[in-house]
């Protein structure tokens, strides 16, 4: 594969999407195809073909248009509609509309907050490319970046870029993904790992589900480029079993970029070979933790290891490791394209950039959004995500899953960035985000994430095994109606032993939720304990007030 | 998986117990390839029964304790064969919230089966999944591996219920 080559795929491809008038991008994502999406596109493909029109018109699936809730969605390009909740029935309809009055029954205004609000780089190709053809992904601009970093720039300058972007790990720590990257390559060793953590355990978060089902190519480059730049020649994508459709989709990528020559040996005739592997998860929350992750790559139990050594030194099979999570590596190609500045001109001071986030819970809009970091809570649950349904009252926003905390009304105008979210007992995390109203009680929220942590909890250390299951225990006990006093006081001092002293990232941050429950909603606690009720109605309480 | 233990289902077995040899070869053998051969054998039998824990730990050198201990640890394995529909719910933060709960409890209080456990006539498996990402569909519900997004008590009763009838 030589750049010239690249170039004229793109051309090719470009001069094919020139010829038809009108594209009728169909969502192909998960969310949308248990939707009845797939049924959809085949029924726009069969009224295309029936009427003749396939010179000028054209059906094809496209990656997540990210609002889910309102699913199938299709996009007619490149008028730029957006129609919501279509069915087969709509077919007929929606291309006799082709370049004149839009359907008004299904159609999605595109100037509503949710799409003008966002800043899109991670999800830039998201609705416009077939993830399913490499082409569409090279006439995106896709694989340059690669070119440039292995052709034009030393490993040191291609660190240097990612250093001064500011990009920052997505997985949900926030390390400084430059220096990383600058770690392992110093780190001495003949053999080194490249491993993409695609293990997305938290649950209420689905941004790296969708990445890989909708742009897989990105996440396959921005990997190689990594590898090019920290000097590995072998790599792995750790990804969930409970992903089908994003484990179907990076076989095939994988598979297109072996045959064109940007995976696989001598890539660009250069020296520089890269070859992915994928692995799949079974189905354990701490194999997200990376020496777990690690661990079960070697094809043992997850569990985690003290750190130092860190992967970077002492990672896969005793070498070098570099491990990144799905969307870092996805913000690599567009660093490289566009510079390190482009880049950090987006965000705030130390968070720079975007960052995806996976809206759901009691919101109407629910679904995929990226912004620019330090946009307010406010402006993403209530400009983006529409506010509440039915009339109900905000109550909280959880970030961060079982390893953050709930954000409450007198903090909706904080901006988004890793420091702010840390200073109000929550975390970034890798970007879930449920929204909760007056139906949810905080106390039963609290024991439904310690309940998976303890089931999750992978029983090596003490504190995490045993913690959880006590926590547990005085959560029931308080939601049953049973709790007093000295069983707040006792969690407390739980909280805070388990935190400090628990051997990995699961642990430590497991009281988090119960934490900031407990200082944002005290008076539900109490609650609970004196008047034997519960405010929000759903813990069930024998003999309590209602 | 019914259909799959009954007899003369000789060429079938001789199909299933090759697909997981090909595993085992394409990663060599090792005993790194543990966890994708796993996969294999619940992905071609439904279950992973002692007798294949037996036969693995065999040809790839890893002690059977072992084979056993990754088999259990993570949730995505069953050492139980299932029943000939699963139902699995979702019971992710978002699903959590939005009433996944209601739902378990609804198939429980019908089918008299709790999470885990398949009807005495092995119609029905009731399963829960930590999260499938399908949170922007909450509660969502997996039918005999479909994706089902804004699931309620009713909704899921009423495909269960047509399971029954067939």
Known sequence: MTYEELLEIAKIENEKKAQYVHTINVCVAAGCMSCGSQELLDAFRREIEKRGIENWCKAKGVGCLGLCTAGPLIAIEPDGIIYKAVKPSDVHDVIDALGGEPVKRILCPSDMSFFTKQQKIVLENFGKIDPERIDEYIASGGYQSLYLALREMSPSMVIDQIVKSGLRGRGGGGYPTGLKWTTVMKASGSQKYVICNADEGDPGAFMDRSVLESDPHRVLEGMAIAGYAVGADKAFIYVRAEYPLAIKRLRKAIAQAEHLGVLGRGIFNTPFNFDIKLRLGAGAFVCGEETALISSIEGNRGTPRPRPPYPAEYGLWGCPTLINNVETFANVPAILRNGSQWYSSFGTEKSKGTKVFALAGRIKNTGLIEVAMGTTLREIVFDIGGGIPDGSKFKAVQTGGPSGGCITEAFLDQPVDYESLAKLGSIMGSGGMIVMDDTSCMVDVAKFFVEFCMTESCGKCVPCRDGSAQMHYLLDKISRGHGNTNDLHSLEKLCELVKNTSLCGLGMTMPNPVISTMHYFRDEYLAHIHDKTCPAGVCNIKGGRK | ?166
């Open chain 2, 1 to 166: 998986m019914n259909e799959q233990q009954g007899v003369g289902a000789k060429g079938q077995e001789d199909r299933r117990i090759r697909m997981v040899e090909r595993t085992m070869r394409m990663y060599g053998n090792e005993p790194h390839a543990l966890i994708e051969t796993l996969h294999t054998i619940q992905e071609s039998y439904g279950y992973i029964d002692t007798d294949l824990m037996r036969f693995v730990s065999e040809k790839l050198g890893v002690p059977l304790s072992k084979v056993y201990g990754v088999a259990t640890f993570y949730h995505f394995f069953t050492l139980k064969p299932q029943g000939e529909h699963t139902c699995v719910v979702c019971t992710g933060t978002a699903c959590y919230i939005t009433g996944a709960k209601n739902i378990i409890d609804e198939i429980g209080k019908q089918y008299d089966i709790k999470p885990g456990e398949t009807t005495s006539d092995n119609k029905l498996s009731l399963l829960t999944a930590r999260c499938l990402g399908a949170c922007g569909l909450a509660p969502a519900v997996v039918f005999d591996g479909v994706v089902a997004g804004k699931q309620n008590p009713e909704s899921v009763n009423e495909t269960i219920r047509r399971w029954f009838e067939k």
